[in-house]
């Protein structure tokens, strides 16, 4: 299963769909994602949603999945790595890393 697809499904457990299917596009995903900081936002998403809504059955769950996303569980796989790197947008940014300016 992808990794982008295992977020989606931590998130829909613990209440949160709209974020979820952010997730599933791949909107906080290492490669996949339009943003520079996926992760960060992700774990900035989670800690909006603990803090402003404490009272709800999942607060304690997210606290835990926001943990998780900083433990790098939901961090792209070897595999998701190897074929970012094989695509166009990674081979130009390996040539833009190695160009000489």
Not at 67 to 72: E, H, L, M
């Amino acid at each position: 299963m992808h990794t982008k697809d295992m977020l989606a499904q931590a998130l829909r457990d613990v209440g949160l769909d709209e974020m979820a299917g952010k997730a599933a596009t791949g909107y906080y995903h290492d490669f996949l994602s339009p943003l520079a900081t996926p992760e960060m936002q992700l774990c900035n998403d989670l800690l909006f949603e603990v803090h402003f809504h404490p009272e709800s059955e999942y607060t304690e769950a997210r606290t835990v999945l926001r943990q998780r996303v900083i433990n790098g569980d939901f961090d792209a796989s070897m595999e998701e790595s190897d074929d970012w790197a094989k695509s166009d947008e990674g081979q130009a940014a390996f040539r833009q890393l190695t160009s000489k300016r």
